[in-house]
């Protein structure tokens, strides 16, 4: 039988909240290039003028989440593997696509201890050139360039996954079901629009037809869009939400090209100033609470809506240590496994 063992991968986070660990990451981090697919943006931009000036405010807002033992990604990252370490006897191995500990470290570890199949679990619900995508990209080449031959096997982005859904409904279900809230903001990592016509394999359909996320095509599995509106709508019709109860937002963008829309940001000013009292997020993009839930939306969101007019603000916190999370990779893995027996069987 064959060695097995899982690998698990997030984004990652700096080494620590000092300025040059920070512009070490981030350098990283924008200069790839399905992060930031313009090549004069991606070396002149962020060399001169981004990784001089933004490292320092970026330190400055990880000090703001992080923890004792280091960064929360990584914190609940670490928590997330051991979870899944107790559910099965093949090694269950953690690594970030940019930062430590580092795919090309991991991978080279579990090769070292015999390991010739793997199961890649890239911890995105959603297909995204900057996320998905160049996880895929970067431990492929890390085996092309140490092992050609292993076996390897990526998991699917899980975006509508039944037990995926259920796992996202029932972590934040004690926030829904208080029913303390007036709207309900889906706030999304965002992408520039570009991306999505990169990712479109018919290069005429995504933001190219009218409601192209509701008209069916090849193009929705890598549809970084479409995928977020369906986990919404599988969401609530599980929660049983109303459409005047909720609303899609993007968060995070760059520079001047157009990103998708509209903006979380926005949207929370636009609240204040329109009356709306009391809201709350969440943000199924990520899977484990980060600098972008943490600091990001808890703080300069709920600032941003309290200083227009809002009253309470509250963040969902990700699935992170949920047992259904838990679960939800702990099935993936034995229904992937040629040595464990998969639940059920």
């Known amino acids: 039988m064959p060695k097995e063992a899982v690998l698990l991968i997030n984004l990652g986070s700096p ?18 290039e399905r992060v930031i697919d313009v090549p004069f943006v991606r070396k002149f931009v962020v060399p001169v003028i981004i990784l001089n000036t933004r490292p320092r405010k970026s330190a400055e807002a990880y000090k703001e989440v992080w923890l004792e033992e ?40 579990l090769l070292a201890d015999g390991v010739d199949r793997l199961f890649v679990l890239p911890l ?14 970067k431990v492929t080449d890390e085996i092309k360039a140490q092992c050609p031959n292993l076996d390897v096997e990526f998991l699917q982005p899980f975006y509508k996954d039944p037990d995926y859904i259920e796992a996202l409904w029932e972590s934040a279900r004690p926030y829904i079901e208080k029913g303390d809230f007036d709207r309900l903001l889906f706030s999304f990592h965002g992408i520039p629009e570009r991306h999505l016509r990169l990712s479109d394999p018919s290069h005429a359909h995504c933001l190219c037809t ?14 970084y869009r479409h995928q977020c509106f369906e986990t919404v709508k599988a969401f609530v019709e599980k929660a049983g939400l109303a ?3 909720y609303f899609v ?29 009391r809201v709350k997020v969440i943000t ?48 993936r893995i034995r229904k992937w496994s040629c040595t464990e027996t998969p639940v059920g069987a």
């Open 15 to 32: 080494d620590s909240t000092s300025v040059g660990d920070v512009r070490r990451y981030l350098k990283e981090f924008l200069t790839d």
């Open 70 to 109: 280091g960064s929360p990604l990584l914190v609940t990252s670490r928590h997330q593997q051991e979870l899944v370490q107790v559910e099965t006897t093949m090694p269950v191995a953690l690594a970030m696509r940019y930062g430590n500990p580092s795919i090309a470290d991991v991978l080279r570890a």
């Open 124 to 137: 995105y619900p959603h297909y995204a050139m900057s996320s998905y995508e160049t996880v895929v990209v």
């Open 210 to 223: 009218p409601d192209c996320c509701n008209r069916p095509s090849v193009a929705h599995a890598s549809c």
């Open 243 to 245: 459409p005047e109860q």
């Open 249 to 277: 937002s993007f968060q995070s963008r760059l520079g001047k090209d157009p990103w998708l829309s509209p903006f979380t940001d926005t949207t929370l000013v636009e609240w204040g100033q329109k009356g709306v009292k």
């Open 284 to 331: 199924p993009a990520f899977v484990t609470d980060c600098l972008e839930t943490l600091e990001e939306i808890a703080g300069e969101g709920k600032e941003l809506f309290v200083e227009a007019g809002g009253e309470e603000f509250e963040l969902i916190p990700c699935m992170n240590e949920h047992p259904l999370w838990i679960r939800f990779l702990v099935e």
